[in-house]
């Protein structure tokens, strides 16, 4: 590999697996070969040696530090992807439960959560988006959550739809905490402070915000913990990994190591979530900006307040020119910038390991791509 490849890199808005901290990716190449003090490569060491002990350790210090988890929650590291947890949830949550589970469909991902909740248990749709094809997220007033839910269910970020829940819904039984609040945050995880008390469990798959693809987080408070059935598959129990500390089975061990290395980032480089946030806000603000100043040629698809900080979706005037949109942001090194096929258009995904250079020059193209052709 030449010298090039750092020059070489593109801004690359990928919705996921996506762009990860250059730091990052330069660390883990130094220590590829040899992870120092450990005398092997991480990828060849056992996930019961100290070295992955340590790494383990550290990571879910880190994560407890940056978002303050209390103690009364456990995490663990899994594999399959946010995908499993769709079921996974219902499994150890619904099952043997009397009430039936509440879902808020705010777009793609919380829709395919409730049709595998389906699959396992009684579930009801406390509130669906479909009507104006997930462009807004529910006011507290639309939500009816029964109180005797086993615990209800949002997707914080729907990556898809580009819309996003800027803070935790206030709805009764949600607030005073007699429904445990299940969140997927697969594509938003550690864009900000997250008030982990709020939450009963917390999900979120590495390879949008916080790591390469391989390994999903799980915060799990303790009495949910003990929800899950004997009757279940080990793997797909919750209290197994809890009881095994994540080494039920080989875990995803490289995929941990570059998690906690985005994780050092954060804390060490970025200055911890608040921070991150901050730096979140501005830089989704560069790219709304354009879109409200367009005069309608860029045209958001989520409406003015459920816009996501993190995945940036628009419109242009025709498809014909969405298509040279997305070719002329490749000449100039702007990659990854067609939409998902169910909504089409443009999607900008901006995660924390997008600098704030990338948006800017996003910004600057689109302002240049209207003015052109507007
Ligand atoms: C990407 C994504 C998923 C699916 O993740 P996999 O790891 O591919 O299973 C689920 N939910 C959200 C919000 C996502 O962005």
């Known amino acids: 590999m030449s010298s090039a490849t750092l020059t070489e890199r593109v801004f690359n808005f990928s919705p996921g697996p996506a762009v990860l901290p250059l730091p990052v990716l330069e660390q883990a190449q130094r220590e590829l070969v040899c992870l120092p003090g450990y005398g092997m490569s991480v990828l060849e060491m056992s996930h019961r040696a100290p070295g992955f002990l340590d790494i383990l350790a550290a990571a879910k210090r880190l994560l407890r530090e940056l978002l303050a988890i209390p103690d009364k929650y456990q995490i663990i590291f899994l ?3 946010s995908r499993l947890q769709f079921s996974m949830v219902p499994m150890n949550l619904l099952r043997g439960q009397s009430g039936a589970a509440e879902y808020l469909v705010t777009g793609s991902w919380s829709k395919m959560a409730l049709d595998e ?21 529910p006011k507290a007033g639309d939500l ?4 005797d839910a086993p615990y209800a269910y949002i997707c914080t970020n729907e990556t898809i739809q580009g819309v996003q829940f800027a803070a935790e819904p206030d709805v009764g039984p949600l607030l005073n905490g007699t429904v ?19 939450y009963g469990l917390v ?23 003990m929800r ?38 954060l804390k060490d480089e970025v200055g911890g979530l608040t921070r991150m946030h901050a730096i979140n806000q501005q830089k989704a603000r560069l790219l709304y900006d354009v879109i409200d100043e367009s005069g309608g040629f860029y045209r958001g698809h989520a409406q003015p307040d459920c816009r996501s900080l993190m995945n940036v979706t628009f419109r242009l005037p025709s498809e014909t020119l969405e298509k040279e949109f997305v070719k002329e942001g490749e000449d100039r090194d702007l990659d990854g910038l067609k939409g998902h096929r169910s909504v089409g258009g443009i999607r900008a995904s901006i995660y924390n390991a997008m600098p704030s250079a990338g948006a800017q020059a996003l910004a600057n193209f689109m302002r240049e791509f ?4 507007g």
């Open 79 to 81: 594999q399959g992807g």
């Open 117 to 137: 909740a389906r699959r396992e248990g009684k579930v009801n749709v406390a509130w669906d988006g479909k009507a104006t094809n997930y462009d807004r997220l």
């Open 144 to 147: 009816k959550i029964a109180a």
């Open 180 to 198: 445990p609040l299940v969140c997927d945050a697969s594509s938003d995880f550690l864009h900000r402070p997250l008030p982990i008390a709020r």
């Open 203 to 225: 999900y979120a798959c590495a390879q949008k915000n916080a790591g390469p693809a391989g390994v999903t987080v799980v915060i799990i408070r303790d009495d949910l913990v």
């Open 228 to 265: 899950s059935q004997d009757s279940l598959p080990g793997y797909l129990n919750y209290s197994q990994h809890v009881k095994e500390d994540s080494l039920y089975n080989t875990p995803p061990t490289f995929a941990i190591y570059l998690m906690k290395l985005v994780l050092e980032w």
């Open 370 to 373: 209207k003015q052109k052709k």
